[in-house]
């Protein structure tokens, strides 16, 4: 069973950053793929950003691609996401989510990873 908490989020002005960061429980975090997705509301949950293992590997949805920068410190159990030049279509609840299986690269579905944490509203205003 792993742990996730996410916090970070917020309401910040079209042009801002914001920081997310991902604590998880258990001592074979670095064991696991991680990702983070968004649901806006009225929408699916949608793949955002995803590191591997070592955090050697990153993984972008197209829409975030060059704004966001994911992230990992395996000694502190934690995965981040940067978030910068944000725009109103990323207000969302962001949610990172564990993939247990050995990929080679990373899933971008929902139904691939394993463990969820309960979400951090993020707001951006115009």
């Known amino acids: 069973q792993v742990q996730l908490v996410e916090s970070g989020g917020g309401l910040v002005q079209a042009g801002g950053s914001l920081r997310l960061s991902c604590a998880a429980s258990?001592?074979?975090?670095?064991?696991?793929?991680m990702g983070w997705f968004r649901q806006a509301p009225g929408k699916e949950r949608e793949f955002v950003a995803a590191?591997?293992?070592?955090?050697?590997?990153?993984y972008y949805a197209d829409s975030v691609k060059g704004r966001f920068t994911v992230s990992r410190d395996n000694a502190k159990n934690t995965v981040y996401l940067q978030m910068n030049s944000l725009k109103p279509e990323d207000t969302a609840v962001y949610s990172c989510?564990?993939?247990?299986?050995?990929?080679?690269?990373?899933?971008?579905?929902?139904?691939?990873?394993?463990?969820w944490g309960q979400g951090t509203q993020v707001t951006v205003s115009s």
């Open positions: 258990g001592r074979t975090f670095s064991g696991y793929l």
């Open positions: 590191v591997s293992r070592s955090g050697g590997s990153t």
């Open positions: 989510a564990v993939d247990r299986a050995m990929r080679s690269s990373a899933s971008y579905r929902t139904r691939d990873y394993d463990y």
